[in-house]
């Protein structure tokens, strides 16, 4: 996609309104800097020129884009085309949209919006998953009446678009496609690519420890690419994911990717102060890990046996000990008392000790355990 | 009609005129009809002898299901599934009924409730939508007719019979002993015993000759207090449709309509009858009756034809339509899609309030959620009022009764489809095709535990309720408010389940009965990506010999096939890439894993392992891949003896 850049100083727009809650942020910084690009928008054949203005802090992060845009896609010009300004965030998310002062948008048949309606227009564009996602343009062109889904009959299933009331502003749906697509399209990986290659590591940092997951995921892809694990970055990551085991997916995928050494002090630390998931993820990422670990570093795993609660994590640990570490006394050591826990655990343990070398006493511990559960197992 | 006399005469016999079989793809005479052997002059050259050919048979099934629809399908492959032998008697060419490539209607279910999302019907019927997607990518519904054709001879213990019609039942007392049944290609009279008779014809004329109890025509408001009845009873039925398709030639076309057309104006037409789609046909090309809709059957598709040929017209020549300038018709149906005609009786009769209020029935056996979507009385040839009057759309899915599926007086015969035990304002949501399925999986289910148990369809909805509810359940019909509780599951007494990773639910959802995501509540498991694996533990070991595992293929989202192709968040026009790809079973024996079986290329939602008996510990499931999605989501396990 063929793009153009230039900084401009002190772009003002003092006559664009608001028409729902948001901040502009545009007139508070003096950095602003145009990017041309040509971009496919579905409502066009052709890809259109457009020109998205980027906005710095004074630490040169982008913290906010905008673009124009005309408000309709219109076939025959017969329409009446008004301006939008479309504002998403630094990572390309949908904010707002505004309009210049005096400037109406139109209906169908020349209504105007309604104040309800430029609210719900915001609501549209603010819904990343709205069925304009995915309906064609021909399909919004047939449409006659957008809140009657009363249209289809159990026969034909007639064609017109299906629109709920609250996805469509009624006569205007091909306003809300054009827009839409402007607002959640391609526009949003562009200014997504932006911001990751023109923030810097410090920043990366920032956005680790930013609320929003979006931030965070962006942020480890970056930092991935960039090959930064520091340990100030290491330990944002591993805040997160002691909070939210939703992210040790991804967390790992970025960990997994970092020199040996930080690779194994990051795993152990996830192991011996997380939780269930953070355990068993930690656990699973070493047993798949192209790294040659040393009998050492698995062997501390044992202190940690106590704090194993439920089958889950005593499984693959175990299921790690066996293929990475087998015969370590200090296992064997360790996992000897887990023939009392709960039966499923106990059990478990057993199955890893028969095909470890034990000595005489352990030998009949676990001939013990056989007698008394042999039915059990 | 009881037992005609011919049937005692014997094979010289000559068949009364007054049961000449309406064999709508023949055009025989009586004399073809009735083989008359006496004036037969076979002489064969090949052999050199003089003959009478064989055109008689006496068959004998444990089922004998009555209609191809979608209703007579899922009935016939429920029961032969269940262990029925089953033969599957349709008078078309083609299966589908109405969603055959005879008349094109599309195979519609819950599509859409309030909350703009389907509640799409699974089971016998997901299966056939799901085997069209894999089958059919280009969505030719010629095609469909072959798939269908395919998913029903597949099965071993079912016979189809096509080109054949039920025309008269056998009786014995309120048994209905066998079923005449006429093959127009053969030239073959059939007599078909069976136990159990199941009419998912739609018209159900076996059903109406074995003197089953029926009605036709409209409720008036007092009988079952239905708001949207009229205020006293009529005759109105719905009417049949007449598709057509067509397509951009990339010229200009013209278009002169034959010497049948009805002309056709709009002048003073309802705002409701709209042309959005009617390119790929126009649903309100309906004549209806107030009379008797069958007889009337053939004077109202002549109709339907100069009808459809009259708004085509209008349609490219009135100057309204000027982007209609480069279409050209490639399709015109010539058998009017029905929606109404009998409704026969049954030990309950569902009403408007039952779906509007939604009843709560102990014998709930499927459900429903399309609108009340009646048609106006006259079609189009009432065209001032609007062509439907959609008095309702559901906020959730409806049950429907087990006790509206079987006759109030005949003891074996059952009934799926449009022609159940309901009123005409029911019938205007519950006739839609993957409803009518529904009520098919359930009979043919039901046919099977009579036969099992030597008994007849009412003692099923008085005394084993329960077990039909449980083994459709099984078979993956969802019930709503109804939670699947079998006692032989030996996964509900796993000591533990738990997935390898969780992103979404809980593995122990999976033993709650609830097979899908439903009333606000989450029921399932979804892995943080792939590969991912399902582990049960028991304490103590149980043999196996069966797991079978429900997977993701979005019930939110629509799969049957239409016209326009439509892909959105509400139709889909592939293979759901939620669904489950590939995985495989593991058992553990005496501590060590064992491979049970693989699965590279699964087709079904319902995912059944089958293995010679083994004593386990503890299962693991192994899934590897979807149709797409980045996690898998699983809604059940099973496991049994």
């Known amino acids: 996609m063929l793009s153009k850049l230039n900084i401009v100083i002190i772009l003002t727009f003092p006559f664009w309104i608001f028409f729902q809650s948001g901040s502009d942020v545009s007139n508070n910084y003096d950095i602003k800097i145009q990017h041309t690009f040509y971009v496919n928008h579905p409502g066009e054949k052709e890809p259109m020129e457009v020109v998205l203005i980027e906005i710095q802090n004074k630490d040169s992060l982008p913290i906010q884009y905008y673009m124009d845009v005309k408000s309709v896609i219109c076939l025959e010009q017969v329409c009446k085309v008004i301006p939008v300004r479309i504002f998403w965030n630094n990572i390309g998310e949908y904010q707002n949209y505004k309009l210049k002062e005096g400037a109406t948008l139109e209906k169908y048949e020349a209504d105007l919006f309604e104040s309800e309606d430029y609210v719900k227009l915001q609501s549209i564009l603010s819904n990343k998953n709205s069925p304009f996602k995915e309906v064609k343009l021909d399909e919004v062109l047939t449409v006659v009446d957008e809140t009657d889904f009363e249209d289809v009959d159990a026969v034909s299933g007639a064609t017109a678009l299906e629109l709920n009331e609250n996805d469509t502003v009624a006569g205007a749906a091909l306003t809300c496609y054009t827009l839409w697509h402007w607002a959640n399209g391609n526009m949003v990986a562009l200014i997504k690519k932006n911001t990751t290659e023109t923030v810097s590591n410090e920043q990366l940092l920032d956005f680790l420890n930013e609320k929003n997951k979006d931030y965070y995921l962006l942020a480890l892809n970056e930092l991935t690419k960039r090959k930064v694990y520091g340990e100030d970055f290491t330990n944002a990551v591993l805040n997160r994911v002691f909070k939210d085991a939703n992210l040790l997916r991804a967390s790992f995928k970025y960990i997994e990717t970092a020199p040996k050494s930080i690779y194994f002090s990051v795993v152990k630390n996830i192991f011996e102060r997380g939780g269930q998931e953070q355990k068993i993820a930690a656990i699973k990422s070493l047993h798949a890990s192209p790294f040659e670990i040393s009998k050492a570093y698995l062997d501390l795993f044992c202190v940690q046996i106590p704090n194993l609660k439920s089958f889950q994590e005593v499984m693959v640990f175990l299921e790690l000990m066996q293929s990475r570490n087998a015969n370590s006394t200090k296992v064997i050591d360790c996992t000897i008392p887990l023939l009392d826990a709960n039966f499923l655990i106990a059990r478990r343990t057993y199955w890893f000790l028969i095909n470890e070398n034990l000595d005489t006493l352990q030998q009949q511990k676990v001939e013990a355990f056989y007698i008394k559960n042999k039915d059990k197992l | 009609m009881q037992r005609r006399d011919f049937f005692k005469k014997g094979t010289t016999a000559a068949i009364a005129a007054g049961v000449i079989p309406l064999v709508a793809s023949s055009c025989a005479s009586t004399q073809d009809v009735v083989y008359d052997r006496k004036l037969d002059k076979w002489y064969h050259l090949g052999t050199g002898k003089t003959g009478m050919p064989s055109r008689k048979k006496t068959i004998g099934y444990d089922v004998a299901v009555i209609g191809g629809g979608a209703a007579g399908i899922c009935a016939a492959v429920a029961a032969a599934r269940n262990g029925s032998k089953t033969v599957l008697v349709q008078d078309r060419p083609v299966l589908g009924g109405n969603a055959s490539s005879e008349m094109r209607v599309h195979l519609n ?111 008036g408001k007092a009988e079952f207090n239905e708001t949207y009845a009229p205020d006293e009873p009529d005759g109105w039925q719905m009417g049949a449709t007449l598709l057509m398709s067509s397509k951009d030639m990339g010229r200009p076309i013209k278009y002169s309509p034959p010497s049948y057309v009805i002309k056709y104006t709009h002048e003073g037409a309802s705002l409701k009858r709209k042309f959005a789609g009617y390119h790929e046909g126009i649903w309100w090309i309906e004549v209806g009756s107030e009379g008797d809709i069958i007889a009337d059957f053939e004077v109202n598709r002549h109709k339907l034809m100069g009808y459809l040929h009259g708004v085509w017209d209008y349609i490219k020549n009135s100057g309204k339509f000027p982007e209609a300038e480069n279409l050209a018709l490639d399709w015109v149906g010539s058998l009017p899609g029905r929606r109404e005609s009998r409704r026969f009786i049954g030990d309950y009769i569902v009403s408007e309030k039952d779906m509007t209020e939604y009843k709560q029935f102990e014998d709930a056996i499927a459900f429903g959620g399309w609108s009340l979507d009646e048609h106006n009385p006259g079609g189009i040839e009432n065209i001032s009022e609007p062509p439907s009057y959609f008095h309702h759309h559901f906020d959730e899915v409806y049950q429907f009764p087990f006790r509206a599926l079987y006759s109030k007086n005949v003891s074996n015969l059952m009934f799926a489809g449009r022609n159940v035990s309901q009123t005409h304002i029911a019938l205007s949501s519950s006739r839609i095709m993957a409803t009518c399925a529904l009520m098919g999986q359930a009979v043919g289910t039901a046919a099977t535990i009579c036969n099992k148990k030597n008994i007849l369809p009412r003692e099923v909805a008085q005394k084993h309720i329960n077990e039909l509810q449980e083994q459709i359940m099984r078979d993956d019909v969802f019930i709503p408010k109804r939670p699947a509780n079998d006692p032989n599951d030996l996964a509900r007494k796993a000591n533990l389940i738990f997935g390898s990773t969780t992103l979404s639910g809980d593995a122990k959802n999976l033993t709650n009965g609830i097979s899908r995501d439903i009333d606000g509540a989450i029921n399932h498991w979804q892995s943080d990506g792939l590969s991912a694996e399902l582990q049960l533990e028991w304490e103590l070991p149980i043999a196996l010999s069966s797991v079978e595992i429900k997977c993701d293929t979005n019930v939110k989202r629509n799969i049957m096939m239409r016209k326009d192709s439509r892909n959105d968040d509400l139709y889909g026009n592939a293979i759901p890439p939620e669904m489950l790809k590939s995985l495989s079973l593991e058992g553990r024996v005496n501590g060590v894993w064992q491979n049970i079986g693989d699965i590279k290329e699964n087709r079904t939602r319902l995912i059944k392992f089958k293995f010679d008996s083994m004593n386990v510990t503890a299962i693991r499931v192994k899934m590897t891949e979807t149709y797409g999605a980045e996690h898998v989501k699983l809604f059940e396990i099973r496991c049994y003896a």
């Open chain 2, 109 to 219: 279910g819950v599509n859409q409730l309030n909350n703009g999302e389907a509640e799409r019907e699974t089971g016998i019927i997901e299966e056939m939508l799901l085997h069209n997607r894999f089958e059919n990518e280009q969505e030719s519904f010629p095609i469909f007719d072959h798939v269908l054709y395919d998913f029903v001879v597949r099965e071993p213990n079912l016979t189809l019979m096509l080109n054949t019609q039920a025309v008269d039942a056998e009786m014995k007392g309120d048994i209905i002993k066998s079923a005449l049944c006429w093959q127009a290609t053969t030239e073959i009279l059939y007599t078909i015993n069976a136990h159990i008779f199941i009419d998912c014809s739609g018209d159900g004329l076996l059903a109406a000759t074995s003197g089953a109890e029926y009605r036709t025509g409209r409720e």
